[in-house]
């Protein structure tokens, strides 16, 4: 079966769950896009690193990644293997360079592994088929009925207070944060001071 690779194009909150996000992969060199609904700590997880911002303590995958690394294992690769139900499958394709071995993994700590160890995310054409939605310009086309929908949504309430801060009032912030381990907060700040650096 060929596999399709995905690349990470968004993090939003969910519209259908409470306290939970969508996590949007897309097709490279393709227009599809896949939302996947995980969980506040597993998006935390995937922010922070792609954000490449360092946490007082490690968070779980950080640790894991510590210990796979101390004898030697790497994740090669992340696959989304099947769908039932709504639920994705996903497992990560781990060697320590002698043996090649497949461990089962939720979809949003695979990922969170993935972005840690730089490794590859691949699907099947039959769930890009079956959950993926088409990108037509700007806006989201569903290739079917999906229960969760995705939103480019920010939240008013941090624009709205981190954009009358000073910079230096910003990155204040950002530190007590991080010390906090708030890290939701800390990639919405993050965000504010890139806006204004690309502005």
Do not use: W
């Amino acid at each position: 079966m060929k596999k399709i690779k995905l690349d990470i194009v968004g993090l939003s909150y969910s519209q259908t769950q409470s306290g939970a996000y969508a996590l949007v992969l897309g097709e490279v060199n393709g227009r599809r896009r896949l939302p996947i609904i995980i969980g506040g700590f597993e998006a935390q997880a995937i922010a922070i690193e792609i954000e490449k911002m360092t946490p007082t303590r490690p968070l779980t995958h950080d640790l894991f990644k510590s210990f796979a690394l101390s004898f030697n294992i790497e994740i090669q690769e992340v696959i989304i293997y099947n769908l039932v139900d709504g639920i994705f499958y996903a497992k990560l394709i781990c060697s320590d360079g002698k043996r090649t071995i497949e461990i089962d993994a939720r979809t949003s700590d695979a990922i969170a592994l993935a972005v840690r160890f730089e490794c590859p995310i691949h699907t099947y054409e039959f769930i890009l088929a079956t959950a993926g939605i088409m990108i037509e310009g700007n806006d989201f086309v569903f290739l079917e009925n999906m229960e969760g929908t995705v939103a480019e949504e920010k939240t008013t309430e941090s624009v709205a207070n981190y954009t009358t801060m000073s910079e230096e009032e910003l990155k204040e912030k950002l530190q007590q944060a991080l010390s906090d381990e708030a890290y939701e907060k800390a990639v919405k700040i993050r965000d504010e001071l890139s806006r204004r650096k690309s502005s």
